[in-house]
């Protein structure tokens, strides 16, 4: 079945702690995102990647990383979580470009204390 | 960079009634033009999306139609019903920006 998953699906966390949250697609896409989800806002976008190792900035990239070393998975990395951070978010992923249908991933909810 | 406006950002309509949310867009380069729904505790799905060299595309009871003059781009649902009730997302991409979404629309369809 072809699908973008994430995990963890939940996420209780305190400041300051490093957290990773994975996605992965078995799709073979090459484009990737992460977008997160606030009441009002809609859908902003953190960063995106075109292909392996070829990562950029999106509209919000403040306090998060990514990377892409593998096709299929694009994680990504809050080095020191603060409670602005506590959000909804989602990963999608495209063939090719944003340009094209984008499949999301279930989200992940993440509260920082 | 490109900015998307969407309105309204509520919406209630009677069932069996039309609804239609509106959109607007800066960038000229702009040219795929999708929407998406996003029901309660789900992901957002993409329901009709159209590209800068058409003006109209149809899927049943879903329409969305686009003015690249105006930059303004609608999507049309007739004959609502209560499952059509959700948020909906319009985005543009084209060029070098990467998609960029609405703020969103609760459409409430009341039976």
């Known amino acids: 079945e072809a699908q973008v998953t994430q995990n963890p699906r939940y996420l209780i966390t305190v400041t300051g702690k490093k957290l990773t949250v994975t996605c992965s697609q078995n799709?073979?896409?090459?484009?990737m995102s992460w977008y997160r989800q606030d009441p009002g806002l809609g859908l902003r976008q953190i960063y995106y990647?075109?292909?392996?190792?070829?990562?950029d900035k999106g509209d919000v990239p403040e306090g998060y990383k990514v990377s892409r070393k593998e096709k299929r998975n694009f994680p990504l990395i809050l080095e020191s979580p603060s409670p602005n951070q506590t959000s909804l978010y989602f990963c999608?992923?495209?063939?090719?470009?944003?340009?094209?249908?984008?499949?999301f991933g279930p989200g992940t909810r993440l509260t920082v204390t | 960079g490109e900015n998307v406006e969407q309105h309204p950002s509520t919406l209630s309509v009677q069932e069996g009634d039309s609804a239609v949310i509106k959109c607007t867009y800066s960038?000229?380069?702009?040219?795929?033009f999708p929407w998406y729904k996003q029901e309660l505790g789900k992901r957002p799905q993409l329901i009709i999306d159209?590209?800068?060299?058409?003006g109209e595309k149809k899927d049943q009871r879903i329409a969305v139609t686009l003015n690249k003059t105006a930059k303004h781009f609608s999507l049309h649902i007739t004959e609502t019903q209560p499952e059509d009730s959700a948020v909906y997302f319009c985005?543009?991409?084209?060029?070098?920006?990467?998609?960029?979404f609405g703020k969103g629309t609760r459409l409430s369809v009341i039976a």
């Open positions: 990647s075109m292909n392996v190792e070829v990562t």
């Open positions: 960038d000229s380069a702009s040219n795929y």
């Open positions: 985005a543009a991409s084209g060029g070098d920006t990467p998609l960029v």
């Open positions: 999608a992923s495209s063939l090719v470009r944003d340009s094209y249908e984008q499949y």
């Open positions: 799709m073979n896409h090459e484009y």
């Open positions: 159209i590209r800068s060299n058409v």
